[in-house]
């Protein structure tokens, strides 16, 4: 029987996951990837909690929200990153390493 | 094992490891299309809990908004002539033990606590989720719609070509 541990099982692989890739990239699209895995992971246990708990469809509310954020931040992440190419030739993190553009 | 069981385990198995090939392939091109499946992946375990329109809204809003914004990403910060689009990975070893530990940890947590049994019955939940967008979530509601607005336009602001600089 699949119970609540299962998916924060599975929620929890994605963010381990998710900080790995942030820790090992340098590619700013892929430290953009790694953080939609950390969201996703995070909107897996709200559902997963809204669904065991019996508390409601809260969970599901805040979810929509995440999504929300998740959406605004990846078109300014994306700005920047564009910018940043422009900039400096470079899709690389650490080599965006000037304060004054 | 019912079928549910089946299904969870297959959707269980193909985020994470499409996940997995999201962060570990070197390709960025392989990264954005593992990707692809990690987001199916999660709308049909959305599927699986009863959020009907949260999969949905998954489906919409990450394979056709995120997804393709992701990809115009990955083609406009390459040249044309780089056909290889391979990246490179800093501190492997140190970033795999904090994920590894970080897993261990979680999974941990996750079978020993004792959760509540209480289950929320399924049914649909589109019309509920709407209600409480327009009570009580209505601030944060407005928020998230003028949240919308602001980074469309300071997105279009950002990439802009000053004429005098």
């Known amino acids: 029987m699949i119970g609540l541990e299962h998916y924060l099982l599975v929620s929890g692989a994605l963010l381990s996951l998710g900080v790995v890739g942030l820790l090992t990239r340098r590619n700013a699209v892929n430290v953009l990837m790694s953080i939609e895995l950390i969201l996703n992971s995070a909107n897996i246990n709200l559902v997963a909690f809204s669904r065991f708990a019996a508390g409601g469809l809260d969970g599901q509310v805040f979810a929509v929200f995440v999504i929300v954020v998740a959406a605004a931040e990846v078109a300014v992440a994306l700005a920047i990153v564009l910018t940043m190419y422009r900039l400096r030739r470079t899709p690389n993190l650490d080599d965006a390493d000037i304060l004054k553009g | ?165």
Do not use: C
């Open chain 2, 1 to 165: 094992m019912t079928a549910a069981d089946y299904v969870f385990w297959v959707f269980a198995i193909l985020t994470v490891g499409s996940a997995a090939v999201v962060v570990l392939a070197r390709s960025l091109i392989y990264n954005a299309f593992a990707l692809l499946f990690t987001f199916f992946g999660v709308a049909g375990l959305y599927v699986l809990l009863g959020a009907d329109f949260l999969a949905a809204a998954q489906l919409l809003v990450y394979v056709g908004g995120i997804m393709v914004l992701l990809l115009f990403g990955v083609m406009l910060t390459h040249r044309i002539t780089d056909l290889d689009l391979r990246t490179e990975t800093t501190q492997m070893v140190p970033g795999l033990i904090v994920g590894v530990g970080l897993f261990t940890i979680m999974a941990a947590v996750a079978f020993k606590t004792q959760w509540p049994e209480a289950l929320r019955p399924l049914g649909p939940t589109t019309s509920d989720i709407g209600r409480m967008f327009l009570g009580e979530y209505l601030l944060a509601f407005e928020a998230a719609s003028v949240l919308l607005l602001v980074a469309l336009i300071g997105a279009a602001m950002i990439v802009r070509r000053k004429k005098d600089a």
